[in-house]
């Protein structure tokens, strides 16, 4: 954790340490960039099929509903040059499932019910943008790299929650991508857009080494949409 944290630190001082830039024949400014965001999650996973032999129950792959969630973080945008720029952040995002589980009622004895798997992250994509026109609009993509703060399944039919962080890898890689649109700002001042972004886990949240019997893979996705403000 606190590799990641200077990491982080370091590409901040990178931006920091950016000089402007001004291109000949064109108004816009380059120069390092922070920002806000916060705005909607909506997640899903997507379960690849097995035997669970505790409940003596198939699941066949599918993908799971989703809910809405919340997602909030900073990023820094540094100008690369021509239009190219690189784009850390460090979101708290929640994460997680609406689908149908086997919960343990007495010993052996299981009953199915739907609820909620509510997962919260902290998020730290590194993303590579391009804007054809150094503003308004961009494009980006990139690895992401997710710490699991918390994981919890709701059930319904009064049959309470459970703690299953323990039953959860803690780390977690995926690809992001989407797009962007920040107006732009008069005498390079704030700018304030929106941001659609996605994300497809590629990694197994389940922690076999804790979780005993044979296990679906499950992998985490979402769908955010956000505002933000650059200064």
Known sequence: ??????????????????????????????????????????PFQTVGGTYDSYSDTYYGSHTSDAFAGFTAGLQVEIPLGQGWYLQPEANYSQMGAKDY?????AQNSFQSTYGKEADN????PVLVKYKPML???????GPQYGRLLSAKQK???????????????KDE????????????????GPSFG?????????????DKSQ?????????NNAVFLTVGVRF
């Not at 990641?4 to 630190?9: A, K, M, R, T």
């Not at 059930?155 to 890898?169: A, E, P, W």
């Not at 995926?174 to 732009?184: D, M, N, S």
């Not at 005993?212 to 992998?219: E, I």
Request: charge should be positive.
């Open 1 to 42: 954790m606190k590799k990641i944290i200077l990491g982080f630190s370091l590409m901040l001082g990178i931006g920091i340490s950016a000089h402007a830039q001004k291109f000949s024949g064109n108004t816009v400014t380059e120069r390092t960039k922070f920002g806000i965001q916060g705005g909607l999650s909506v």
């Open 194 to 206: 929106i941001s659609l972004k996605g994300i497809s886990g590629l990694t197994n949240i389940v």
């Open 101 to 105: 589980f086997n919960v343990e009622v």
């Open 173 to 188: 890689l995926a690809l992001a991508y989407g797009i962007e649109y920040y107006f732009p700002s008069a005498n390079d």
């Open 121 to 124: 992250y902290l998020q730290i």
């Open 155 to 169: 059930y319904s039919q009064g049959l309470g929650s459970v703690d299953i962080k323990d039953l959860t890898n």
């Open 135 to 141: 503003q308004g609009f961009g494009i980006f993509f």
């Open 211 to 219: 979780y005993a019997g044979s296990v679906s893979s499950v992998r």
